[in-house]
């Protein structure tokens, strides 16, 4: 059983050396522990640093291309590497290294496929207390969106199986977060939560330069995932909004004709009817976009197909040429003895 730590790194020289420090050395459960840098573009000494310190892999990208696309990278890099579990945790050492072995537990025993770290966000000093009520409510919306029971959703310390990594799929530039929870959840991934630690603040977020963009990138993260996964769903009900106000007016416009007092009242059914259009449209557009999401399920089975060939079979490459080798080494040892070659 192999694990593989990776960390997503962008000019990340001076805490990248304390937070490998802390990563665990030993698991039970676990055979061999491996760790897998991400260089994001970084133009300080990240990469001198990891390779000093003994990292296994380092996957460099020529110019920053932002986190998800980092992860991503590490996930793919991963899997090529053969891993069995893959955890992605930060470069500046916000969470604690010790609380890996209970982050793959439920993995290990079989219980889920992705195990996301619960960090505790109101004991956190350095969460000021907007950002602490901004990320409850966060975690709530992507709980309703992705019909999960996840209470920490922006938490980048998580753990993935092969198997789940396989079907890992981020398609925005922003942040792999909240969009794997989504994701995993209209998936019907097995998919939980344990509580873990944290540090003290070693530098601050890189990830957002206000609260207002961080909101702002969340949402439209959230929702652009929702249009992906459930669109005829989220499109419905933003066409329903204007159709039934259309259908009220249309009404009141209806009442006042056998009433005899529609005359002047024309304005309101020529809203009413472009309303109900627009809502009605909305509808279509969400019916479209339903058969393109079932295309994408499609697609994303390929994808997963497309990766178990690829990396199943190199690895069975790796360990055919292994006993190759090995084969060849047990013949060549014989030969040296006497023993091939020699009628009975």
Known sequence: MKLIIQIPCYNEAETLEIALNDLPK??????????LIINDGSTDDTVKVAAEWGVHHIVSFTRNKGLAKGFMAGIEASLSYGADIIVNTDADNQYCGADIEKLIAPILEGKADVVIGERPIDETPHFSWIKKKLQHFGSWVVRKASKTDIPDAPSGFRAFSREAAMHIN?????????????????????????????????RKSRLFNSMWGYIKKSMLT???????????????????????????????????????????????????????????????IGMLADIISANRKILEDVQYNVRKLTYDESSAKVWQEAASAQAESMLDEAAKNGNVGESS
Not at 173 to 199: C, D, F, H, W
Not at 228 to 240: A, D, I, K, Q
């Open 26 to 35: 030993h698991i039970d459960g676990i055979d061999r522990i491996e760790y």
């Open 170 to 202: 981020v398609v925005n530039e922003y942040t792999y977060t909240l969009e794997t929870i989504v994701q995993a959840g209209r998936n019907k991934m097995a998919i939980t939560s344990v509580p873990v630690r944290t540090n003290p603040e070693l």
């Open 222 to 284: 959230i929702l652009r995932a929702l249009l992906m996964y459930r669109p005829l769903m989220v499109l419905s009900v933003l066409g329903f909004m204007p159709f039934a106000v259309g259908f009220g007016i249309g009404v009141r416009f209806l009442i006042l004709f056998f009433q005899h007092q529609a005359g002047g009242h024309v304005q309101s059914l020529i809203l009413a009817c472009t309303l109900m259009i627009i809502g009605f449209m909305t509808f279509i």
